[in-house]
């Protein structure tokens, strides 16, 4: 509430697409890799606070399978990333890792937006930390890859 319009604007826009990210994706886990039903895994997503966006995301889980949600999602919002929909795969953890990606790359999309724009935003900062938990996930993942053994091709892969 004390920051600027500009300032809350963007630090709306950049956490709703972190939660809506995250929202995605637990909707990836909870239906195709533990099979819970829509309703019971929408109940265990992050709630959102703009209830106009919080309608759209709630009828968005409420229907189709999991990569028909992140296709809507996609198409209803990054209409430039909706080539990368193309690929398709029938192992459930192969496209869990596909649509992943997809989902990083619209927060990238987002990032990129806020680091282009006017340098004195709070997006600035926001941008940052995020930049910062993804480098700090992507070490923990290189590091879990060595401890359990895997090849060093294995470990970019998953990258």
């Known amino acids: 509430a004390h920051l ?9 826009k950049l956490l709703g697409v972190e ?5 995605l ?9 533990i099979g819970l039903s829509a309703a019971e895994s929408s109940s265990l997503l992050i709630p ?19 990569a028909e949600i992140v296709e809507k999602y996609i198409t209803g919002r990054y209409r430039g990333l909706t080539p990368l929909l193309g690929t398709k795969s029938a192992n459930k953890y192969t496209k869990h890792l596909i649509l ?5 790359e619209v927060v990238s999309l987002e990032i990129r937006r806020v680091l282009t724009a ?8 926001l941008s940052y930390f995020i930049l910062k938990r993804r480098e700090t996930r992507r070490i923990k993942l ?18």
């Not at 939660?19 to 929202?23: A, F, P, R």
């Not at 006017?118 to 900062?125: A, K, Q």
């Open 142 to 159: 290189v590091l879990n890859g060595i401890f359990y053994g895997l090849d060093e091709d294995r470990i970019q892969n998953l990258l």
């Open 25 to 33: 994706d637990r909707i990836l886990r909870f239906r195709d890799l």
């Open 100 to 104: 992943e990606r997809i989902m990083d």
């Open 19 to 23: 939660i809506d990210m995250e929202n």
């Open 4 to 12: 600027s319009k500009g300032d809350r604007d963007i630090a709306r």
């Open 48 to 66: 959102v606070e703009d209830g106009a966006n919080a309608a759209k995301m709630r009828g968005l889980f409420a229907s189709g399978d999991s």
């Open 118 to 125: 006017y340098p004195f935003t709070l997006g600035i900062i």
